[in-house]
């Protein structure tokens, strides 16, 4: 269009050629609308003809693909027996589209030199991040190499004895800290779980062994709960095989009870007089 | 759901028609079905709020078929929305009745359907069978927060762009070309 | 509740006579089994106690105090009850509150229903706790609640909570095995409760600085508590009883002592991980961990919270507030950017939100989360994700429509440069797997963090539906939006990816762009359309050319199928280019040659009356709509009657290429 005007000079566009062009359009107008007018009445007479249900008894998406087909290719029948449209012959009309049309595409590509502009944007700092990932995951990558590599020399180097000296004392270490809370276990235990007394066990004999004359169950010493609870570890280390202690009538049943009821020991589930530490440790 | 051939006649009479009335110059009509205090009119209000053109009209109605006697004046329906409230089976079986009254026309793409988002404890209807619905009548569905105006706002901006192509304001396009995207509908393409 | 009571209830103004440290004051001074009918100053203490927890939430020394007079059996049941339910925190609450709870649950002198509710109580504030370490050292001592039949179901909630490594221990497993049967999931029977606690917390945040009330937390670390729902990293805690060993003897260090990328690198290969996996979302150092180490717990540790807390921020209970929402999906953004690679729950996440979801709220970092997505066998990918990016794309603005293609583009980009591969390796592994071949076995996880099954089926297949699909709703979408510049510039970005898939990513395929945008490229207006379809065309031959050049014996029964299929498509490529070179060169536009050319737009009859010179010519290099300013420009300096010399120096040339 640059070209156009300035070959003939600019176009000045004159009051009464575009009053000329209004007739075209309305004219071009006119037409249109008989077309739309004769169409939808054809429309209607045909929908009178239509006797086909409206929906059929069953879900009603057969009936509307179907409907759906036929429409669409009747559509793609319109489409190709239709010749694309031309512009009117009047030259107002043909200048005001075409500036319609340019402007609506400056509108655009502004909007697109936008979105260019912060799409550049994000790709630099999109780099930038990947870059420094880089970096980072190399120098993991380095590091790790390092170690694995420092570990196979140690490994054929056999520096036994560096090793053998640690872990004693780690084993030391341990030893003393074993000890350490071993005996906070025992002030607790003996603060808050004495021995029975004479008269409690008395007590208690007279509740459960009603014929009472069994000497040697009144001679027995009672094992206090400490040596019971250490008993149980000691066999649950020295033979985890099989950890089960024997209940013998040393053993005050209250305190038994007390262990298998608080999930502390658990008993053999095929030997009533046996029982095991539950293995907190694994 | 069996009718004889009387009621299916009177049936034929009440149906909506998408083009048994002239078009009105640029001008785009759509009707939202829905039971009473679904909240149509806030809908409808939000559609006309976002919509740049001056001719557009929203009609609500609780059911169909719509009265007879002011069908004359009434314009010609571009496309029907139907509001489903999913803390009531009531409002399922008013749009499912109203379903019938509708010129199979229609659901060649001038047809939506929108569902209310509710908390999981006041849902009433399986999400399936609203689902369903819209399937066996190949129409899409939104889900809408019925409490939130901006959710509102962005449903009401989907149906003036599906409006827009249903009422045939886009020159070269038809409801049923954009369903040729489908998966299912685009076997032999190419 | 007397007539008195209920009438002052409903006025405001009397209730507000008594302040909270007036209320907590009376209720921590009450003495055991207080006369209740009819105590006016009891029901305003408790009055006042519910009207400032749901307005503003408890300061956290009340809370503590409070958690005593509930449960120390003062008060009957039923008030005790409301007041637990009225323990809304304002800011935090104090760890010292949760140890007072359990230790009144283990006199049990609170009721059995009390007990449970504070249990309860704790899952629903365990976010907003100023500690964890605290409770935590009471796991043993919680895990004995378990017997309670009442509480087993929270109790349980509670230690998934509160569970690290070092507790699943093989008691405790066998112990939840037994109990497994009852237990299958935990109720989410407390909505109202956490409603209310959720509504008070997005007030605070929304109304700015909190009032410190215990002195030890600043409000900005008070409102970063209550928002951010990824943890810190907390390592385990230091017992009091591991703390008496020599500190060299445990060589491992606690990630928590992980400050810097430096210190990671220095103890790399002794790190003692931390208690919550989760906190790898936001902490760079832990994701180097996740890429290197190899145990598979660490991933399913991460994606079992992962999975939980989408569902719980997107679809179960979502805030008010959407910013907690936004950070978390910004965080697993840069999270899954990193590792090159989408978290399996976060898709499975995603497939679910994208049927609800209603196509504007997190829009952004939704779309860039689909990006990451894995291979999936077409169908799988096009019902779960693309079907409804479909109808997005069909009722949105030429905005989102953009939006939507950047996001396809960047997919249909991370398919073939990363996920082919990733499929193949995985495909590859996993028959290994099956056939015990220990070796391959070993070389695979270097391909995933999050491994997961993998179907078998054909990759090019998706990735060449995928495009058929993306092609169809540029088409449709070239119409709605009237061939908008905007929508143009995101579909040639799509093509130009589409263009180099043979020589940029070695793939055996190669898939035309659509007619449609073809032509709209060579009738448009804009320069820039024009010449990037020009370009890619460029792009397209070399692609050919390399193709025809394979070694066809090297390839795959499938890729020489696809080689073949890709090689037939050059007629119609050749049918492209001659059409713009007739139009842009030529001057031949719409002209009938003896190699038919694919448009013919106008028919024979149509053009008779119109100057035949005028169409053909109309779209020449120095006619063409987008090209005519530039040849105006071009022509001013040298418009001395030269004219003609320059027009003659045109010509056309033969870019197409032969085809086999």
């Known amino acids: 269009m640059a070209e156009a005007s300035t070959e003939r000079g600019p176009v000045v566009i004159q009051s009464d050629s575009y009053n000329k062009a209004e007739d075209v359009l309305k004219e071009h107008c006119e037409e249109m609308w008989k077309e739309v007018k004769q169409l939808q009445a054809k429309l209607v007479k045909i929908r009178h003809q239509d006797h086909s249900p409206v929906t059929s008894n069953a879900s009603p998406v057969l009936d509307i693909y179907l409907a759906r087909q036929k429409r669409l290719i009747a559509q793609i029948a319109v489409m190709k027996g239709k010749n694309p449209s031309k512009l009117p012959d009047n030259e107002v009309i043909q200048f005001e589209c075409v500036k319609e049309e340019l402007e609506k595409s400056v509108g655009g590509l502004q909007d697109t030199l936008a979105l260019v502009r912060s799409e550049q944007k994000e790709v630099d700092s999109e780099i930038e991040k990947e870059e420094h990932f880089k970096v980072e995951v190399e120098q993991v990558k380095t590091v790790l190499q390092e170690k694995l590599n420092e570990a196979l020399r140690q490994q054929q180097a056999g520096d036994n004895a560096i090793l053998i000296r640690e872990m004693q004392r780690k084993e030391l270490a341990l030893k003393k800290h074993c000890k350490k809370i071993m005996r906070h276990m025992a002030e607790f235990v003996q603060k808050h779980f004495p021995e029975p007394n004479e008269s409690q066990l008395a007590k208690w004999r007279k509740q459960h062994t009603p014929t009472a004359d069994d000497s040697s169950l009144n001679n027995v010493e009672v094992l206090p709960l400490i040596r019971i609870l250490q008993d149980l570890l000691n066999q649950c280390i020295d033979s985890p095989h099989n950890a089960y202690i024997d209940i013998d009538n040393r053993f005050w049943p209250p305190y038994v009870e007390l262990l298998v009821r608080t999930g502390i020991a658990l008993r053999n589930p095929h030997n009533t007089q046996q029982i095991r530490l539950t293995p907190f440790h694994l | 759901m069996s009718r004889d051939l009387n009621q299916f006649e009177t049936l034929r009479k009440d149906e909506l028609l998408p083009f048994n009335k002239l078009p009105i110059f640029m001008q785009e009509v759509m009707l939202i079905v829905g039971i009473q205090g ?81 908390p999981t404890e006041t849902q009433n209807l399986e999400v399936e069978s609203i689902t369903q619905l819209c399937d066996d009548h190949g129409s899409c569905l939104f889900w809408m927060d019925p409490t939130s105006g901006a959710d509102r706002t962005v449903v009401a901006k989907k149906l003036l762009e599906m409006l827009n192509i249903s009422a045939g304001l886009k020159p070269g396009i038809t409801p049923l070309l954009t369903d040729c995207t489908h998966r299912l509908l685009n076997m032999q393409s190419f | 509740m007397t007539s008195k009571a209920k009438k002052r209830k409903s006025d405001g103004a009397v209730v507000n006579d008594v302040t909270l440290a007036e209320a907590v004051q009376y209720l921590t001074s009450c003495k055991s089994r207080p006369k209740i009918q009819g105590n006016v100053e009891l029901q305003n203490s408790l009055n006042k106690i519910d009207c400032v927890a749901t ?59 009390i007990q449970g509710l504070l249990v309860r109580w704790i899952i629903l504030i365990y976010n907003m706790l100023d500690t964890l370490n605290d409770l935590h050292a009471l796991y043993g001592v919680l895990f004995y609640f378990l017997e309670n039949e009442v509480m087993c179901r929270s109790v349980c909630h509670l230690l998934y909570l509160l569970t690290r490594k070092e507790d699943v221990k093989l008691f405790r497993v066998r112990l939840l095995v037994r109990l497994q049967k009852r237990l299958v999931f935990f109720p989410q029977r407390d909505r109202v409760w956490l409603a209310r606690i959720k509504a008070v917390a997005d007030r605070q945040i929304v109304e700015g600085p909190v009032i410190d009330v215990t002195g030890r937390y600043t409000s900005e670390q008070a409102k970063r508590l209550k928002r951010d729902v990824i943890p810190s990293v907390q390592s385990t805690a230091v017992t009091t009883l591991s703390s008496d060993l020599p500190k060299s003897f445990g060589q491992s260090v606690p990630f928590s002592e992980i400050t810097s990328f430096q210190l990671l690198l220095q103890n790399f290969d002794r790190l003692e991980l931390p208690c919550q996996m989760a906190a790898a979302l936001k902490n760079r150092n832990l994701q180097h961990v996740l890429l290197c180490y190899p145990d598979p717990s660490i991933p399913m540790r991460l994606s079992y919270w992962l999975d939980h807390v989408l569902c719980e921020e997107f679809l179960v209970n979502p805030s008010k507030d959407p910013s907690r929402a936004e950070e978390l999906l910004q965080n697993l953004i840069t999270f899954t950017e990193f590792l090159k690679e989408s978290v399996p729950v976060c898709e499975n996440f995603l497939v679910k939100y994208l049927h609800v979801w209603n196509g504007v709220d997190f829009r952004p970092s939704v779309l860039k989360l689909i990006t990451r ?58 028959q290994g797997k099956n056939n015990l071949e220990i070796s391959s076995v070993d070389d695979s996880n270097n391909v995933c963090v999050f491994t997961e099954e993998v179907e078998e089926f054909n990759p090019e297949e998706t990735i060449s539906q995928y495009v058929e699909y993306v092609g169809n709703l540029i088409e449709v979408g070239l119409l709605i939006e009237q061939d908008s510049p905007l929508l143009m510039h995101c579909i040639l970005n799509f093509y130009e990816v589409l263009s180099d898939l043979h020589l940029e990513h070695s793939m055996m395929l190669i898939i035309l762009p659509r007619p449609s945008v073809v032509y709209t490229s060579l009738f448009s207006n804009s320069a820039t359309s024009l010449s990037r379809m020009c370009h890619i065309f460029c792009r397209y031959r070399e692609n050919f050319l390399s193709m025809k050049n394979v070694e066809v014996t090297s390839l795959s029964a499938c890729d020489q199928q696809y080689r073949i299929m890709s090689l037939k498509r050059i007629k119609q490529f050749n049918m492209f280019i001659m ?13 009938d040659t003896e190699k038919r050319t694919i448009f013919q737009m106008l028919s024979e009859t149509d053009l008779e009356n119109v100057d035949s010179n005028l169409y053909r010519q109309c779209f020449s290099l120095y006619r063409h709509p987008a090209l005519v300013g530039y040849f105006v420009s071009y022509l001013k300096p040298h418009s001395n009657g030269e004219r003609r010399l320059i027009l003659s120096s045109f010509k056309a040339s033969s870019g197409y290429v032969k085809q086999n």
């Open chain 2, 38 to 118: 679904i909240g149509k009119h806030a809908l409808a209000k939000a559609i006309v709020e976002s919509s740049t053109s001056k001719t557009l009209q929203c009609r609500t109605a609780t059911h169909l078929p719509l009265p007879e006697e002011h069908s004359a004046e009434r314009p010609r329906i571009d496309m029907v929305v139907f509001m489903i409230d999913s803390r009531s089976s009531a409002s399922y079986i008013q749009v499912e009745q109203s379903l019938q009254y509708i010129n199979r026309q229609y659901f060649l793409g001038k047809i939506c359907f929108i569902a209310t988002k509710v």
């Open chain 3, 55 to 113: 307005e503003t939430g408890l300061p956290a020394e009340d809370i503590t105090t409070l958690v005593s007079v509930a449960a120390n059996g003062t008060f009957p049941e039923a008030i005790c009850s409301r007041l637990i339910r009225n323990l809304i925190p304002a800011t935090v609450v104090p760890s010292e509150a949760v140890i007072r709870a359990i230790s009144w649950m283990s006199t049990n002198i609170p009721s059995s229903k």
């Open chain 3, 373 to 430: 997505f894995r291979l999936h066998p077409f169908k799988v990918l096009s019902d779960l994700v693309l079907e409804p990016l479909r109808k997005l794309f069909l009722c949105s603005s030429v905005y989102c429509k953009c939006q939507l293609l950047i996001m396809f583009t960047q997919l249909l980009y991370n398919l073939v440069t990363v996920e082919l591969l990733r499929y193949r390796i995985c495909c590859k592994w996993q």
């Open chain 3, 579 to 591: 059409d713009y070179s007739n139009s842009l060169w030529r001057r031949l536009a719409f002209c």
